[in-house]
């Protein structure tokens, strides 16, 4: 930034899930993950160009160990290659992933440095505001204190905690959500600003401040950290010392608690995306007051969100419906119930389904799979592997399997035997039998898997070898 001497590291968490943005967003392909502002970036990726365009160092990234070869697909994708990604074993909040965060910056830097942390699925369009934001926070940090970002709020919103702000930018007191006429009597006192979970201060405060606080947060996370390991691109913490962390956000755990905490307002344009609501309010509309994504088709609709991935999705005379379309899922709801959409996952959840976890296509490191049909003695698929990337060597104790290649070249290890297969060639892999799957061309490889046996879950892998490290 203008000015500063001090290097700034943007720190991007990216831990959660997004269970309100279901069915669209899964534990294992989150919100962060989908372009749901943007038809060609995700909210992780949109975040992450945000900080290139200011004077900074490279990103460090803390995400949930099942995300990483995802998070790292799509910051290659947007071509940021020197960025650190720092695996959470386990979700623990915000108070210990920052923390981590700033352990890997004094590390990289070897000296002061500035975090400047932001969720992954924040939407700003106003850059300039959001720079003036920035500038006037690191005046303060480099004065030690631990700035938050308050958002000047435009409605009475109950989602949301607040801040109330005093003089040369000190924070009063935070407060949690409030009911929709507190949050109208915030709102008109001008007092009040909108929680943002956004931060800025030298690593080595908030660290000294955290041991302050809460030295059973610091000391678990600096054991955690003191034993990590290098793993591709990835730094992989002591999940054991990682595990016995308390988990708590960085609100309790330090900024309720400090006496060095500023506030810095930011008047522009900004959004979570917590929520189907949240989205459509975000979203540009049509003359009916709709939001049509997709293959929709509305007759006499008005207020609505609808979305559709895969199918025509037709609406006749409703009003404030959400109503989102996946292959494997629908969702209808009344806009005025956004923040219940949990309550379905829980169900989904509880009663051991999959809807929750995975779309019918999934992604892996090396490519993509999708099932296209599902019985109780066979499965099909459809799976594309990238140029250069191979699956693992592996076997199956339940299942046999037939490969039929659609296109592409496909270098096959079945049994003892080595061979390749072109469009329109198959082989048959039978029970226990060790094999692997490569695409050595320059092409995506793609092809259709049949499964057959008495017990088709992806927990019947038995790996040998894997670039990957899985």
């Known amino acids: 930034m203008k ?44 975040t992450a160009n945000r900080t290139s365009a200011l004077d900074v160092s490279a990103p460090i990234i803390v995400c949930n160990e099942d995300h990483r070869f995802l998070i790292a697909q799509q910051l290659q994708e947007i ?67 631990l700035v938050t970002f308050g958002i000047e709020p435009t409605r009475p919103e109950t989602g949301y905690g607040y801040i109330r702000g005093g003089e040369d930018f000190s924070v009063i007191e935070f407060v949690e959500k409030p009911d929709v006429n507190t949050a109208q009597t915030y709102l008109e006192s001008g007092d009040y600003l909108w929680n943002s979970g956004m931060f800025l201060f030298n690593a080595k405060t908030y660290l000294k401040e955290l041991a302050t606080h809460r030295a059973d ?33 960085i609100d309790y755990a330090v900024m309720e608690s400090t006496l060095n905490a500023k506030v810095v307002p930011y008047a522009g344009d900004w959004s979570d995306i917590g929520a189907w609501d949240a989205l459509y309010d975000y979203a540009d509309k049509d003359e009916d007051n709709n939001v049509l994504l997709g293959d929709v088709m509305s007759e006499g ?35 005025e ?22 779309h019918t296509t999934v992604h892996r490191p090396w490519g993509t799979y999708q099932t296209v049909d599902l019985g109780d003695r066979h499965q099909v698929k459809r799976i594309m592997v990238k ?62 898997e049949v499964q057959s046996g008495s017990y088709l879950g992806e927990d019947d892998i038995v790996r040998f070898s894997d670039r990957y490290g899985r």
């Not at 959660?16 to 990726?45: I, M, N």
């Not at 939407?123 to 480099?142: G, P, Q, S, T, W």
């Not at 600096?222 to 016995?244: G, H, K």
């Not at 119930?337 to 995975?358: D, F, L």
């Open 3 to 46: 000015g500063s001497v001090l290097k700034i590291i943007p720190v991007i968490l990216s831990g959660g899930v997004g269970s309100r943005l279901w069915p669209l967003s899964r534990e294992h392909f989150p919100k962060q993950c989908l372009p749901l502002t943007d038809a060609q970036y995700s909210l992780l990726q949109q």
């Open 79 to 145: 071509g940021l290659k020197n960025a650190s990604i720092v695996l959470e074993p386990n979700g623990r909040n915000t108070a210990p992933a920052i923390a981590l965060a700033a352990l890997e910056a004094q590390c990289k830097q070897q000296d002061d440095v500035l975090l400047l942390v932001l969720p992954a699925d924040h939407v700003i369009r106003d850059i300039n505001a959001f720079e003036l934001a920035i500038e006037k926070a690191v005046e303060l940090a480099k004065g030690n204190a």
């Open 217 to 249: 947060i610091s000391n678990a996370v600096s054991l955690a950290y003191e034993q990590r390991t290098q793993d591709m691109d990835f730094i992989r913490v002591d999940a054991e010392s990682f595990s016995n962390c308390p988990s708590e956000s």
């Open 301 to 335: 609709s008005s207020n609505c969100f609808i979305r559709s991935e895969t199918r025509l999705v037709a609406a006749v005379g409703v009003s404030n419906l959400v109503i989102v379309e996946t292959a494997d899922a629908i969702l209808v709801m009344d806009k």
């Open 337 to 358: 119930n956004a923040q219940n959409v949990k309550k379905i996952v829980k169900r989904i959840q509880a009663e051991g389904r999959e809807e929750h976890m995975y």
């Open 387 to 448: 140029p250069g990337e191979k699956l693992s060597v592996q076997m199956h104790h339940h299942r046999a399997e037939h490969w039929v290649v659609v296109s592409g070249t496909a270098k096959v290890q079945n049994g003892d035997r080595e061979i390749l297969l072109t469009e329109n060639e198959s082989t048959y892999i039978p029970v226990g039998v060790v094999h692997a799957l490569e695409n050595p061309g320059k092409i995506q490889l793609e092809l259709v």
